[in-house]
């Protein structure tokens, strides 16, 4: 737990630390934390996080003694006015980054599923920008990332559009098969018409 003005926890003061254990493995994205500060009227701090999908929650307090003096506060407040800008732009190469890691995660996944109902054309495609991406990341190249990210997204978008049209495309031809069967079942059940006369047999009598 931190406190200060700055853009990147490590600038700021650390006021204390505690661990949420005992989350499940699962994949990144998964996991739902519920974080709760609540300030009281004597300046304490009262911390918790929960996992929403195991009921598992720590918490701490922060007394006054651990807040910072009004001195410490304002020169904080001056500093960061005066790396605004400096933070600005690491909080955007740390947003770009985790944005493109989720990219390539989410990539390498979708290809996993569905590797088997994309043409090859959009395969290739879609591979390609992946193995862009990754060079960017390791490249720690924040301008290549944001262009990869574009262009992964672009073609994902189609290869997406490419899978959902070859499955109505199926779904149409085996309508249309359905159909003609049933047709030809009709035409072939047809019988002889013939002509036939009611007779009231009180008549004849």
């Not at 933070?87 to 493109?100: F, G, L, S, Y």
Request: aromatic share 4%.
């Amino acid at each position: 737990v931190y406190q200060g003005e700055r853009e990147m926890a490590v600038y700021n003061k650390k006021l204390g630390t505690f661990e949420l254990t005992g989350i499940l493995p699962a994949p990144r994205g998964v996991p739902q934390i519920e974080v709760t500060f609540d300030i009281d009227a004597n300046g304490i701090v009262h911390v918790s996080a929960k996992d929403l999908g195991t009921g598992k929650e720590q918490s701490m307090t922060i007394s006054g003694g651990s807040s910072l003096p009004k001195e410490d506060i304002e020169r904080m407040m001056r500093e960061a006015e005066e790396h605004a800008e400096e933070d600005r732009k690491r909080r955007e190469e740390v947003d770009v980054r985790n944005a493109a890691e989720s990219a390539v995660y989410g990539t390498e996944k979708f290809l996993a599923e569905n590797g088997d109902k994309l043409p090859q054309s959009n395969a290739d495609e879609v591979n390609g920008a992946l193995t862009e991406l990754k060079t960017a990341l390791d490249a720690n190249d924040v301008a290549g990332m944001k262009s990869a990210s574009e262009k992964l997204a672009q073609v994902s978008q189609a290869a997406g559009a490419a899978i959902y049209a070859a499955a109505q495309a199926a779904a149409s031809d085996a309508g249309s098969a359905g159909e003609g069967a049933a047709s030809g079942g009709s035409t072939d059940g047809d019988d002889e018409v013939v002509d036939a006369e009611i007779v009231d047999e009180d008549e004849q009598k």
